[in-house]
């Protein structure tokens, strides 16, 4: 007696009825703006350095300019542009030597620091507002910190230029500018104000 087993065509027909998901307009278009905001928040940044910290450059006095990648204060007479510099494996710049520290990329609307060697540390904000009196660099690290002046705290985030005040000779030669500032008035922090400037003939 001869036994016929039937096939079974129950695989055959779970592949008919397996139901696949399907993508819709809605679901394409969200999917597109998602990777648009992807790529848009990675160049949403562009002073950050390659390490990930922010892009600073020094202005030394006779014109030469540093990248500090990243800015370090090891101490309020030095600052280092590398992370050996920081820790004293590499040579740092010293503070009488810089004319400006500025930060990159700012905005356009911002005015360009000063030229012309200056007689008085000033911060100028990314505001714009503009701050009279030295500049002590209490804590700066891998671009990030604060600095005082005259007893307030400044977060390096809300700076886009320090300047510093020149030495030697070329502060002989300064003259002041128009300002408000008067020594020995206290002026709160955030008026305007504009740093004595050197003379012409102590340009750098």
Not at 24 to 29: G, I, K, M, W
Not at 91 to 99: F, K
Not at 155 to 168: E, H, M, P, Q, S
């Amino acid at each position: 007696m001869t036994t016929i087993h039937a096939r079974s065509s129950r695989s055959s027909l779970d592949q008919r009825h397996i139901t696949r998901p399907r993508v819709t307009p809605t679901a394409n278009l969200l999917s597109r703006l998602l990777l648009s905001a992807a790529l848009c928040a990675g160049l949403a940044e562009p002073s950050l350095a390659q390490g990930g910290w922010r892009q600073w450059e020094i202005r030394l006095h006779d014109g030469r300019r540093l990248e500090a990648n990243p800015l370090g204060a090891p101490d309020d007479a030095h600052l280092s542009l590398s992370v050996a510099g920081y820790k004293g494996r590499q040579r740092r710049v010293a503070r009488s030597r810089v004319h400006v520290v500025a930060a990159l990329t700012l905005p356009d609307s911002l005015q360009a620091a000063p030229v012309v060697a200056s007689c008085e540390d000033a911060i100028m904000r990314r505001d714009g507002t503009t701050t009279v009196g030295r500049i002590t660099l209490t804590r700066v690290q891998w671009s990030e910190g604060v600095v005082v002046q005259r007893g307030d705290t400044v977060d390096l985030r809300d700076v886009a230029y320090l300047i510093f005040a020149a030495r030697g000779r070329v502060r002989a030669n300064c003259r002041r500018e128009a300002t408000s500032y008067q020594p020995g008035v206290t002026h709160t922090v955030g008026s305007r104000q504009m740093p004595m400037l050197c003379a012409e003939d102590c340009q750098t």
